[in-house]
Protein backbone atom coordinates (compact mmCIF):
# COMPACT_ATOMS: atom_id res chain seq x y z
CA UNK A 1 0.00 0.00 0.00
CA UNK A 2 1.64 3.04 -0.85
CA UNK A 3 1.18 5.76 2.04
CA UNK A 4 1.35 9.56 2.13
CA UNK A 5 3.06 11.08 5.25
CA UNK A 6 0.95 14.45 6.41
CA UNK A 7 1.68 17.21 9.29
CA UNK A 8 -1.61 18.08 10.76
CA UNK A 9 -1.56 20.96 13.66
CA UNK A 10 -4.77 22.08 15.01
CA UNK A 11 -4.57 26.18 14.41
CA UNK A 12 -4.75 28.53 17.24
CA UNK A 13 -4.24 26.34 19.91
CA UNK A 14 -1.63 26.66 22.73
CA UNK A 15 0.14 23.85 24.03
CA UNK A 16 0.54 23.12 20.45
CA UNK A 17 -1.73 20.18 19.22
CA UNK A 18 0.06 18.14 16.38
CA UNK A 19 0.03 14.94 14.72
CA UNK A 20 2.33 12.87 11.46
CA UNK A 21 0.38 10.49 10.43
CA UNK A 22 1.05 8.01 7.28
CA UNK A 23 -2.12 7.50 5.57
CA UNK A 24 -2.98 5.95 2.71
CA UNK A 25 -2.52 8.04 -0.23
CA UNK A 26 -5.91 7.16 -2.01
CA UNK A 27 -8.12 8.23 1.29
CA UNK A 28 -11.34 9.29 0.24
CA UNK A 29 -12.11 12.49 2.39
CA UNK A 30 -14.45 10.69 4.56
CA UNK A 31 -11.67 8.06 4.85
CA UNK A 32 -9.21 10.85 5.93
CA UNK A 33 -11.64 12.95 8.31
CA UNK A 34 -12.59 9.00 10.37
CA UNK A 35 -8.53 8.94 10.78
CA UNK A 36 -7.55 12.54 12.04
CA UNK A 37 -10.58 12.04 13.76
CA UNK A 38 -9.67 9.12 16.05
CA UNK A 39 -5.91 9.98 15.78
CA UNK A 40 -6.54 13.65 17.80
CA UNK A 41 -9.49 12.07 19.95
CA UNK A 42 -12.08 13.91 18.15
CA UNK A 43 -15.47 12.43 19.16
CA UNK A 44 -16.80 12.71 15.76
CA UNK A 45 -20.61 14.41 16.59
CA UNK A 46 -19.72 17.38 14.57
CA UNK A 47 -19.69 17.99 10.55
CA UNK A 48 -16.39 18.77 9.01
CA UNK A 49 -14.84 20.21 5.95
CA UNK A 50 -11.86 20.23 3.43
CA UNK A 51 -10.40 23.05 1.78
CA UNK A 52 -8.07 23.58 -0.40
CA UNK A 53 -7.30 26.16 -3.01
CA UNK A 54 -10.76 27.99 -3.34
CA UNK A 55 -12.19 25.04 -3.44
CA UNK A 56 -14.64 23.73 0.23
CA UNK A 57 -15.37 19.88 0.24
CA UNK A 58 -18.88 19.73 2.70
CA UNK A 59 -19.57 16.44 4.76
CA UNK A 60 -22.76 14.85 3.46
CA UNK A 61 -24.42 12.83 5.86
CA UNK A 62 -25.67 9.84 4.09
CA UNK A 63 -23.69 10.26 1.30
CA UNK A 64 -20.19 8.94 0.00
CA UNK A 65 -17.75 11.35 -1.36
CA UNK A 66 -15.32 10.29 -3.97
CA UNK A 67 -12.98 12.45 -3.80
CA UNK A 68 -9.32 11.37 -2.66
CA UNK A 69 -6.05 12.61 -0.97
CA UNK A 70 -4.01 11.94 -4.01
CA UNK A 71 -6.21 13.28 -6.40
CA UNK A 72 -8.11 16.21 -5.25
CA UNK A 73 -6.55 17.77 -2.54
CA UNK A 74 -2.76 20.21 -2.66
CA UNK A 75 0.00 19.28 -0.60
CA UNK A 76 -1.25 22.41 1.84
CA UNK A 77 -5.04 21.85 2.88
CA UNK A 78 -7.06 22.35 5.68
CA UNK A 79 -9.44 20.19 7.79
CA UNK A 80 -12.54 21.95 9.58
CA UNK A 81 -14.34 20.15 12.39
CA UNK A 82 -17.40 21.33 14.22
CA UNK A 83 -17.37 24.81 11.55
CA UNK A 84 -19.79 26.12 14.37
CA UNK A 85 -17.07 26.46 17.14
CA UNK A 86 -13.87 26.54 14.11
CA UNK A 87 -11.60 24.10 15.22
CA UNK A 88 -9.06 24.61 11.99
CA UNK A 89 -6.47 22.32 11.61
CA UNK A 90 -3.55 22.93 8.45
CA UNK A 91 -2.84 19.91 6.44
CA UNK A 92 0.86 19.84 5.16
CA UNK A 93 1.58 16.78 3.02
CA UNK A 94 5.30 15.99 3.81
CA UNK A 95 6.21 13.39 1.10
CA UNK A 96 6.06 9.39 0.96
CA UNK A 97 5.11 7.20 4.39
CA UNK A 98 5.74 3.91 5.99
CA UNK A 99 3.26 1.81 7.28
CA UNK A 100 -0.30 3.35 7.99
CA UNK A 101 -0.29 4.92 11.74
CA UNK A 102 0.67 8.21 13.70
CA UNK A 103 4.68 8.47 13.77
CA UNK A 104 4.50 11.73 16.11
CA UNK A 105 2.61 13.88 17.79
CA UNK A 106 1.99 16.64 20.63
CA UNK A 107 -0.89 17.55 22.82
CA UNK A 108 -4.17 17.04 23.15
CA UNK A 109 -7.08 18.53 21.35
CA UNK A 110 -9.83 20.27 23.79
CA UNK A 111 -12.61 19.01 24.77
CA UNK A 112 -15.49 19.03 22.61
CA UNK A 113 -18.26 21.62 23.39
CA UNK A 114 -15.02 24.20 24.49
CA UNK A 115 -16.67 26.67 21.85
CA UNK A 116 -13.78 27.41 20.01
CA UNK A 117 -10.01 28.31 19.96
CA UNK A 118 -10.80 31.81 21.95
CA UNK A 119 -13.34 30.56 24.36
CA UNK A 120 -10.57 27.21 25.08
CA UNK A 121 -7.71 30.13 25.72
CA UNK A 122 -9.97 31.39 28.27
CA UNK A 123 -10.73 28.51 30.25
CA UNK A 124 -6.85 27.64 30.07
CA UNK A 125 -6.56 31.37 31.58
CA UNK A 126 -9.18 30.68 34.45
CA UNK A 127 -9.05 26.87 35.30
CA UNK A 128 -4.93 26.55 34.31
CA UNK A 129 -5.44 22.89 32.92
CA UNK A 130 -7.88 21.52 30.47
CA UNK A 131 -8.25 18.27 32.07
CA UNK A 132 -7.99 16.72 28.62
CA UNK A 133 -4.52 14.35 30.05
CA UNK A 134 -1.52 13.40 27.74
CA UNK A 135 -0.47 12.66 24.30
CA UNK A 136 0.01 8.79 24.57
CA UNK A 137 1.67 7.67 20.90
CA UNK A 138 1.32 3.69 20.89
CA UNK A 139 -2.17 4.32 21.98
CA UNK A 140 -2.68 6.83 19.04
CA UNK A 141 -1.38 4.35 16.67
CA UNK A 142 -2.87 1.32 17.38
CA UNK A 143 -6.23 3.53 16.88
CA UNK A 144 -5.39 5.05 13.48
CA UNK A 145 -4.19 1.42 11.92
CA UNK A 146 -7.46 0.21 13.61
CA UNK A 147 -9.36 3.35 12.03
CA UNK A 148 -7.76 2.77 8.70
CA UNK A 149 -9.29 -1.75 8.66
CA UNK A 150 -8.21 -5.08 8.61
CA UNK A 151 -9.76 -7.61 6.37
CA UNK A 152 -11.04 -10.04 9.02
CA UNK A 153 -9.94 -13.19 9.49
CA UNK A 154 -12.64 -15.26 8.82
CA UNK A 155 -13.02 -13.89 5.27
CA UNK A 156 -9.04 -14.61 4.94
CA UNK A 157 -10.08 -17.85 5.38
CA UNK A 158 -12.95 -18.38 3.53
CA UNK A 159 -10.80 -16.56 0.35
CA UNK A 160 -8.19 -19.25 1.04
CA UNK A 161 -10.50 -22.04 0.61
CA UNK A 162 -12.37 -21.14 -2.20
CA UNK A 163 -9.31 -20.57 -4.07
CA UNK A 164 -9.35 -19.77 -7.63
CA UNK A 165 -13.06 -20.64 -7.58
CA UNK A 166 -15.35 -22.97 -6.21
CA UNK A 167 -18.85 -24.67 -6.29
CA UNK A 168 -21.46 -22.34 -4.18
CA UNK A 169 -25.13 -21.95 -4.77
CA UNK A 170 -27.08 -18.65 -4.55
CA UNK A 171 -27.78 -19.88 -0.98
CA UNK A 172 -24.63 -19.73 0.38
CA UNK A 173 -23.82 -24.01 0.23
CA UNK A 174 -20.41 -24.75 -0.17
CA UNK A 175 -18.66 -28.30 -0.95
CA UNK A 176 -16.92 -30.27 2.04
CA UNK A 177 -13.86 -28.70 1.03
CA UNK A 178 -15.21 -25.31 2.14
CA UNK A 179 -17.65 -25.96 5.04
CA UNK A 180 -15.13 -28.38 6.68
CA UNK A 181 -12.36 -26.78 7.22
CA UNK A 182 -14.81 -23.68 8.37
CA UNK A 183 -16.57 -25.74 10.77
CA UNK A 184 -12.82 -26.66 12.58
CA UNK A 185 -11.87 -23.09 12.57
CA UNK A 186 -14.86 -21.48 14.09
CA UNK A 187 -16.50 -24.20 16.25
CA UNK A 188 -19.40 -21.94 17.18
CA UNK A 189 -20.71 -21.50 14.29
CA UNK A 190 -22.38 -24.76 14.26
CA UNK A 191 -25.99 -25.17 14.54
CA UNK A 192 -26.93 -27.98 17.44
CA UNK A 193 -27.68 -31.02 15.79
CA UNK A 194 -26.80 -30.13 12.16
CA UNK A 195 -23.08 -30.55 12.31
CA UNK A 196 -22.15 -31.40 8.41
CA UNK A 197 -25.11 -31.13 7.14
CA UNK A 198 -26.47 -28.07 4.36
CA UNK A 199 -27.01 -24.75 6.36
CA UNK A 200 -25.76 -25.78 10.12
CA UNK A 201 -23.55 -22.50 9.42
CA UNK A 202 -25.98 -19.31 9.14
CA UNK A 203 -22.97 -17.34 9.44
CA UNK A 204 -21.23 -18.67 6.50
CA UNK A 205 -24.25 -18.66 4.36
CA UNK A 206 -25.03 -15.03 5.35
CA UNK A 207 -20.97 -14.48 5.03
CA UNK A 208 -21.06 -15.92 1.87
CA UNK A 209 -23.57 -13.16 0.30
CA UNK A 210 -22.19 -10.52 1.91
CA UNK A 211 -18.98 -10.79 -0.17
CA UNK A 212 -21.11 -11.89 -3.00
CA UNK A 213 -23.07 -8.96 -2.52
CA UNK A 214 -20.06 -6.08 -1.83
CA UNK A 215 -18.15 -7.99 -4.79
CA UNK A 216 -15.21 -9.43 -3.24
CA UNK A 217 -16.89 -12.58 -4.33
CA UNK A 218 -18.44 -12.85 -8.31
CA UNK A 219 -19.70 -15.71 -10.30
CA UNK A 220 -17.52 -17.63 -12.16
CA UNK A 221 -19.61 -20.16 -14.14
CA UNK A 222 -23.22 -21.19 -13.47
CA UNK A 223 -23.29 -22.50 -9.81
CA UNK A 224 -19.35 -21.63 -9.29
CA UNK A 225 -17.95 -18.43 -7.70
CA UNK A 226 -14.50 -17.11 -7.35
CA UNK A 227 -12.57 -13.98 -5.69
CA UNK A 228 -12.74 -11.03 -7.56
CA UNK A 229 -9.94 -9.80 -9.41
CA UNK A 230 -8.90 -7.31 -6.65
CA UNK A 231 -9.61 -9.65 -3.92
CA UNK A 232 -6.03 -10.51 -2.95
CA UNK A 233 -5.89 -6.73 -2.33
CA UNK A 234 -6.96 -6.19 1.72
CA UNK A 235 -7.48 -2.29 1.00
CA UNK A 236 -9.91 -3.19 -1.96
CA UNK A 237 -11.73 -6.05 0.40
CA UNK A 238 -12.08 -3.96 3.41
CA UNK A 239 -14.07 -0.84 1.72
CA UNK A 240 -16.07 -3.25 -0.27
CA UNK A 241 -17.16 -4.81 3.49
CA UNK A 242 -17.66 -1.75 4.61
CA UNK A 243 -19.44 -0.55 1.77
CA UNK A 244 -21.89 -3.55 2.51
CA UNK A 245 -22.97 -1.55 5.78
CA UNK A 246 -24.91 1.37 3.57
CA UNK A 247 -23.79 4.67 5.38
CA UNK A 248 -26.50 6.21 6.82
CA UNK A 249 -28.92 2.97 6.76
CA UNK A 250 -30.30 2.16 10.35
CA UNK A 251 -28.22 -1.09 10.31
CA UNK A 252 -25.43 -0.12 9.25
CA UNK A 253 -26.19 2.21 12.90
CA UNK A 254 -27.18 -0.64 14.45
CA UNK A 255 -24.15 -2.99 13.49
CA UNK A 256 -21.55 -0.14 14.43
CA UNK A 257 -22.75 1.35 17.42
CA UNK A 258 -23.54 -2.20 19.19
CA UNK A 259 -19.89 -3.62 18.05
CA UNK A 260 -18.31 -0.63 19.02
CA UNK A 261 -19.93 -0.54 22.58
CA UNK A 262 -18.87 -4.21 22.95
CA UNK A 263 -15.55 -3.67 22.03
CA UNK A 264 -15.06 -0.86 24.67
CA UNK A 265 -17.22 -3.09 27.28
CA UNK A 266 -16.97 -6.28 26.84
CA UNK A 267 -19.11 -9.07 27.23
CA UNK A 268 -22.58 -7.39 27.58
CA UNK A 269 -26.41 -9.02 27.81
CA UNK A 270 -28.68 -8.11 25.34
CA UNK A 271 -30.94 -5.30 27.10
CA UNK A 272 -28.05 -3.37 28.06
CA UNK A 273 -26.39 -3.54 24.59
CA UNK A 274 -29.91 -1.83 22.80
CA UNK A 275 -30.20 0.65 25.35
CA UNK A 276 -26.87 1.95 24.36
CA UNK A 277 -27.64 1.51 20.98
CA UNK A 278 -30.80 3.39 21.97
CA UNK A 279 -28.84 6.38 23.95
CA UNK A 280 -26.79 6.89 20.61
CA UNK A 281 -29.47 7.44 17.99
CA UNK A 282 -30.40 10.91 17.28
CA UNK A 283 -33.22 12.22 19.92
CA UNK A 284 -36.39 12.71 18.06
CA UNK A 285 -35.74 9.92 15.60
CA UNK A 286 -38.49 7.64 16.28
CA UNK A 287 -36.51 4.44 16.95
CA UNK A 288 -37.73 1.73 19.48
CA UNK A 289 -36.31 -0.82 21.94
CA UNK A 290 -37.77 -3.00 19.71
CA UNK A 291 -36.55 -1.60 16.46
CA UNK A 292 -33.08 -2.09 17.40
CA UNK A 293 -33.51 -5.69 18.74
CA UNK A 294 -35.02 -7.21 15.21
CA UNK A 295 -32.35 -5.22 13.53
CA UNK A 296 -29.46 -7.14 15.80
CA UNK A 297 -30.99 -10.39 15.40
CA UNK A 298 -31.19 -9.67 11.89
CA UNK A 299 -27.97 -8.48 11.69
CA UNK A 300 -26.08 -11.41 14.00
CA UNK A 301 -25.34 -14.17 11.30
CA UNK A 302 -23.40 -11.42 9.43
CA UNK A 303 -21.85 -9.83 12.12
CA UNK A 304 -20.48 -13.69 13.58
CA UNK A 305 -19.24 -14.09 10.34
CA UNK A 306 -17.32 -11.23 9.53
CA UNK A 307 -15.88 -11.10 13.14
CA UNK A 308 -17.67 -8.24 14.15
CA UNK A 309 -19.18 -9.64 17.19
CA UNK A 310 -21.45 -12.95 18.42
CA UNK A 311 -24.42 -14.00 20.29
CA UNK A 312 -24.67 -16.35 23.02
CA UNK A 313 -27.57 -17.74 25.58
CA UNK A 314 -26.03 -14.62 27.49
CA UNK A 315 -25.53 -11.62 25.84
CA UNK A 316 -23.30 -10.54 23.19
CA UNK A 317 -19.27 -10.96 22.84
CA UNK A 318 -17.01 -8.67 21.06
CA UNK A 319 -15.58 -10.32 17.83
CA UNK A 320 -11.75 -9.99 16.85
CA UNK A 321 -12.61 -7.79 14.19
CA UNK A 322 -14.99 -5.84 16.24
CA UNK A 323 -12.08 -2.92 16.54
CA UNK A 324 -11.02 -3.18 13.18
CA UNK A 325 -13.69 -2.97 10.29
CA UNK A 326 -16.47 -0.11 10.82
CA UNK A 327 -15.05 2.93 11.24
CA UNK A 328 -18.18 3.54 14.16
CA UNK A 329 -17.47 0.70 15.88
CA UNK A 330 -13.76 1.70 15.85
CA UNK A 331 -14.41 4.97 17.15
CA UNK A 332 -16.69 3.80 19.78
CA UNK A 333 -14.29 1.33 21.24
CA UNK A 334 -11.76 4.42 22.41
CA UNK A 335 -14.09 4.60 25.20
CA UNK A 336 -14.95 7.79 24.38
CA UNK A 337 -18.78 7.23 24.22
CA UNK A 338 -21.32 6.96 21.31
CA UNK A 339 -21.51 9.99 19.27
CA UNK A 340 -24.99 10.19 18.54
CA UNK A 341 -25.89 9.40 14.90
CA UNK A 342 -28.91 10.90 12.68
CA UNK A 343 -30.31 8.16 11.10
CA UNK A 344 -31.26 9.26 7.75
CA UNK A 345 -32.21 6.59 6.13
CA UNK A 346 -33.90 3.30 6.81
Known amino acids: MTTTRLKVTLRDVEPR ?68 EG ?103 NVPGQTGEKNALPPLTALHSVLRSAGVLVPAEPGRVCPAPRAHDPRFVVRRLRSWFTPGAFGAFVAGTAVGYLAARGATDENTLINAVLGAAERGDAVTGHDIRTALHHLRPALTGLDLAESTRSGWLPGPSARSLLPLATAMSTGSGAPQQELTTR
Request: glycine residues 12%.
Open 87 to 189: WEHDVVVLGPGGAVGCVYGEGVCPPEGSGGPRQYAERLRVLGDSGAGEFRQGVVDLRVRQMAGAVPESVQLLLALIGEEVEATIYGEFPPSVSGPMHERRPRW
Open 17 to 84: VLRVFDVPADSTLDELHDLFQIGFGWPGRQPYQFATGLTVFLADPGEVREETLDEDLDPHFRYRYHPV
